[in-house]
């Protein structure tokens, strides 16, 4: 009895470790396929695959900016679920029912030469996105998604082309949309990076153009809700209120025009990306609320509200 219970034991012991091997390599693939593609560096927080459930699933993954640009991460995803065909892979090819991908942050660098870190990715070439698919080196095993998920948190967008201190604006998209039929890798990521940013109303971008090269001019099958048109932000944050303030103020000074200040009111008056901002500072249990308003010629500008609270926020650090 007592060397079967330690037969037992030492099979649970083998199989736990070869499930954690298995997550490994699986990990490391994906990993690595990924930043062939796009051609920058890229982690996983974590990984688990069932095979009872036919299901994979992905925690904080994170690509980070390409070659040019200051450090930091380009996509947050806070979570990424996949129904996998496991028939399928027996035909040699990668079949998902159905893809879920939650992206927290998505944040747009603009460089010093005016250039924006999506276009600088490898799958964003214009050599790359025109090459035939006749032409181009076969997938050693093609992709297909019947459904996809795509739920979109919000964008930062960081200029530095007048300044290294750059001009944060923060969309709070929050919106979920629901697309069918991607057949390749690049249209993913290509889609993944561009959607959110059609979202926000992001102009300019090459990567507009070059992802339609490879088919990624989706309608989405089904959108929920989303959050536009408010002219103000708030969030409360784990720091005393002089230093909220304190913080809050030098933000303004640094990005616009201080109209006025009172640090026993809290409130301070100002102008910045030629909008018209009113910071509200309180004290309450747990720390200091901060809400800020924006505004240009009485249109809201949210993006300019929800920017300083996030330079704030970074300031606090």
Same mark, same amino acid.
């Given at each position: 009895?007592?060397?079967?219970?330690?037969?037992?034991? &030492?099979?649970?012991?083998?199989? =736990?470790?070869?499930?954690?091997?298995?997550?490994?390599?699986?990990?490391?693939?994906?990993?690595?396929? &990924?930043?062939?593609?796009?051609?920058?560096?890229?982690?996983?927080?974590?990984?688990?695959?069932?095979?009872?459930?036919?299901?994979?699933? &992905?925690?904080?993954?994170?690509?980070?900016?390409?070659a040019g640009f200051p450090e930091g991460l380009l996509i947050d995803l806070a979570y990424a679920k996949v129904n996998l065909d496991v028939q399928?892979? =027996?035909?040699?090819?990668?079949?998902?029912?159905?893809?879920?991908?939650?992206?927290r942050e998505l944040d747009l660098v603009k460089n010093k030469q005016g250039e924006m870190n999506v276009d600088?990715?490898?799958?964003?070439?214009?050599?790359?996105?025109?090459?035939?698919?006749?032409?181009?080196?076969?997938?050693?095993?093609?992709?297909?998604?019947d459904i996809l998920n795509l739920k979109i948190g919000k964008i930062v967008s960081k200029d530095y082309t007048a300044s290294d201190d750059p001009a944060i604006n923060v969309h709070d998209v929050n919106i979920q949309k629901t697309y069918k039929n991607i057949t390749s890798i690049n249209q993913l990521i290509l889609l993944i990076l561009t959607e959110p940013m059609k979202s926000a109303g992001i102009k300019g971008a090459k990567i507009y153009s070059l992802a339609a090269l490879t088919g990624v001019g989706f309608v989405p099958i089904a959108v929920g809700s989303t959050i536009f048109g408010k002219?103000?932000?708030?969030?409360?944050?784990? =720091?005393?209120?002089?230093?909220?303030?304190?913080?809050?103020?030098k933000v303004i000074?640094?990005?616009?025009?201080?109209?006025?200040?009172?640090?026993?009111?809290?409130?301070?008056?100002?102008?910045?990306?030629?909008?018209?901002?009113t910071v509200d500072i309180t004290q309450v249990d747990g720390g200091a609320k901060i809400k800020v308003s924006a505004r240009k010629y009485f249109l809201p500008k949210p993006e300019v509200a929800s920017g300083i609270i996030y330079k704030t926020k970074e300031e606090l650090k």
């Open positions: 009895m007592k060397k079967m219970l330690t037969a037992i034991v &030492i099979l649970l012991i083998a199989l =736990f470790i070869v499930g954690l091997v298995k997550d490994q390599i699986i990990k490391a693939i994906i990993t690595s396929t &990924i930043e062939k593609t796009v051609g920058t560096k890229t982690s996983i927080g974590g990984f688990s695959l069932s095979l009872l459930t036919h299901t994979v699933e &992905i925690k904080n993954f994170k690509m980070y900016n390409p399928a892979l =027996f035909q040699k090819e990668l079949h998902f029912k159905e893809l879920t991908v939650e992206l600088a990715l490898k799958v964003s070439k214009k050599r790359e996105a025109q090459k035939p698919v006749s032409s181009a080196k076969k997938e050693e095993m093609p992709m297909r998604i002219a103000s932000n708030e969030e409360i944050l784990n =720091f005393n209120y002089n230093k909220v303030y304190d913080a809050a103020l000074t640094k990005s616009g025009t201080v109209k006025n200040a009172n640090k026993e009111t809290g409130v301070i008056n100002a102008e910045v990306n030629n909008a018209t901002v």
